[in-house]
């Protein structure tokens, strides 16, 4: 799991993701060669900071986001969240400006948020959440497991995988709009009608840690039935233990797929979490490892 | 009016639209014959649970849409709705999942909803108003006129139809999704540059019962004037009896034509119904007719 | 500054802005003769009340909103807002319906806005607010500097420039919906990578009067660091006073840019007003002078 630590060390605030596009791009060309199947690669300047991977002849493409909630500073002392971030004070923040390095503590509220930094930073600097993994037995626990652990599982499938894209997206915690050029894109080169969203989910009152991977009948925004179906049938075939999600909330990369002007069916499938969106996300072992493992019978299947 | 009966009966929640689909389809193959043209049909996996039909050489595109509001079964005994369905305790609910039939009764208000089925139901599971339609001479009345009216209003239209698309829509009632892939087909394979939308509408404190067809200068959303002073106009010269609508709220498929990426004016055409959303909706039987005829004219002369 | 006062003095509340289309139509016509680049122009009903003009082989594009917040009559005395006006009892508001000129005040508040006007109004009729500019030697002032000032830059931008494309949009105001079928435009005939919003922000306690055009770095949606980084580089190289804004609030057509299906940098720049959205609007005449400057040196140097 190298390289799972090394992706929750990385910092990338919505809107700021390319030092991560970065670091994923190199890991690709290096690990390619111990792939399966070598995927086509495609990177830069015309895909902004994201990425997209190739593999054989696509039925089914995997998304998941490699963008983080975090703070810009505004004026003053002054922060402003960048997506929903909890708001705990004392957290401890850091990032950069061109002064420097900067480790501070937040303070304040939802009504106002602020910093301790002893010299003020510049308006409009990314700040994350200091990073501090925990890896036992059971839990991961650290910063901004979602969605590292999301972009993980797109990894670990790249291994063995045939037939898929696989996608790299930014700015889904904050309102999004890659998702609609990397559709368009991919719809007019090797078009798809499948989608699953590798992201990390919500313990709630029914789902739970160590229950599996959640697939989700439904969020804010709801997949059409004769997909769950498909899937769902699929799920019960295999050996790998799931739990289905209902809720009333909540959105992901699928809200773009739905909203997008290509008929393409997507799914959220991802293992649940606790305390989200704060420094102390936690996620079940197994339940990360049900995950990986229904990923790679669904992109077989479907 | 046995398929307007037909169609009322047919359970079909957001994202679970495909036995409404079929039942069209079924009943378009079956009709078509008697038609004065002769449709092209486009149905199947690639339009999702869309229908569209193509008569003569297009303008306008009138599209209804054939999901309804309802309810989803949560955890336990909780649900939650799909769209924005009434919450009226008491009401009966029906639908099934994979142990059988279920009837039962919605309990709890907007903070909570459940149901009171003594056993537990599927998590997933839509349910849908229990259907008790009422004809008498002035009103119509049941659950889902909303747009069971709209779409019969569109079969009827089918009748006589020489040149235009009649389009059948899912995802309407919770958020929308399949409008963008309908009108990206549309457009290129047989573009317009109009669209009316035949849905219902409320009666208000300057809409009411009999006095005709709602045309909608705007609701949340506001059409091109330029569009809607030729509607009027040409609605001014027919006989039919209709009235102006003027709303801050609300939407219709007519939101995400005005988000395209084709420059096609829009305007949303319907009878106004009370209770809204409820199993009671009433909409008055000459104010049916009024759009019936009216959208004969405009299809016509637009 | 001739143009800018005949500018102030047009209505086109979202919705209805053919007129403004039609004078900036001719104005261009007669003007682009002693540009320095003939651009090609493209207007008319495929473009609904939209104008594109391209000059040389754009690399950026520049939009600037032409319609303007307001009101609509309901029933009886009500009105409705279009777009996010300030609600002020007493302000004189002004239009036309098909019995003639109007001209009458505004009462109410946020709860329920009404007019004073003895007779009726006809449901749907456009109100907007009455004109009263005032030009001293530090600030101009009046209804709609948003968004005409933001229409005046851009086509005193329009007298020197050489490549990129100079767009008037509708719709800003109220949700949006012709930027999508613009930018597809654009991408299909003379693709761009980059674009700027020509629009007039809101004076707050980090963005002040005299201290220059404000660059901003977000606002409810955040543009790519990239794009900022180069932005702000080429700002500081010149001689132009600006500022940065970091906000949490608010949206431009920029929003549509970042929601397109196509990889566009975009970031808004405008002077700040005072009284946004009320008759009173306020900008400081050396701000507005740094945004045409700093407008023309952009265009070159991206």
Redesign the interface.
């Known amino acids: 799991m190298k390289i799972l630590n090394e992706l929750l060390e990385l910092k990338g605030v919505?809107?700021?993701e390319?030092a991560t596009t970065q670091f994923l791009y190199k890991y690709v060309e290096k690990q390619k060669k111990i792939w399966n199947v070598l995927p086509k690669i495609f990177f830069g300047?015309?895909?902004?900071?994201c990425l997209l991977l190739k593999f054989g002849n696509p039925r089914t493409a995997v998304f998941a986001h490699i963008d983080t909630i975090g703070f810009?500073?505004?004026?003053?002392n002054q922060l402003?969240?960048?997506g929903g971030p909890e708001i705990i004070p004392g957290t401890w923040l850091v990032g950069e400006d061109s002064l420097g390095a900067i480790r501070c503590r937040l303070q304040g509220d939802e009504e106002g948020i602020f910093h301790d930094f002893p010299r003020g930073i510049e308006?409009?600097t990314?700040l994350s959440f200091e990073q501090n993994i925990r890896i036992g037995s059971e839990f991961i626990e650290g910063a901004y497991l979602d969605n590292r652990l999301g972009v993980y599982n797109a990894l670990k499938l790249c291994e063995t995988l045939e037939n898929g894209w696989v996608v790299f997206s930014t700015?889904e915690e904050?309102?999004?709009?890659?998702m609609?050029?990397l559709?368009?894109f991919i719809q007019e080169n090797s078009p798809i009608?499948q989608a699953l969203i590798s992201d990390i989910t919500w313990v709630?009152?029914?789902v739970k840690h160590h229950e599996g991977v959640a697939i989700s009948?439904?969020d804010?925004?709801?997949?059409?039935?004769?997909f769950?179906d498909k899937i769902i049938s699929i799920a019960k075939k295999s050996q790998v233990q799931f739990q289905?999600e209902?809720?009333?909330y909540g959105g992901s990369d699928g809200r773009e797929i739905?909203?997008?002007?290509?008929?393409i069916?997507w799914c959220f499938i991802g293992a649940p979490e606790d305390h989200v969106h704060s420094p102390n996300e936690k996620v079940s072992l197994a339940d990360l490892n049900s995950m990986i493992e229904l990923y790679k019978i669904l992109m077989e299947k479907l």
């Open positions: 919505s809107g700021d390319s300047e015309d895909f902004h900071d810009m500073s505004r004026y003053d402003i969240p960048v308006p409009g990314c700015y904050h309102g999004g709009g890659s609609p050029f559709l368009k009608k709630t009152e029914g009948i439904r804010k925004f709801i997949p059409r039935r004769k769950l289905l209902v809720e009333n739905q909203n997008s002007p290509y008929a069916d």
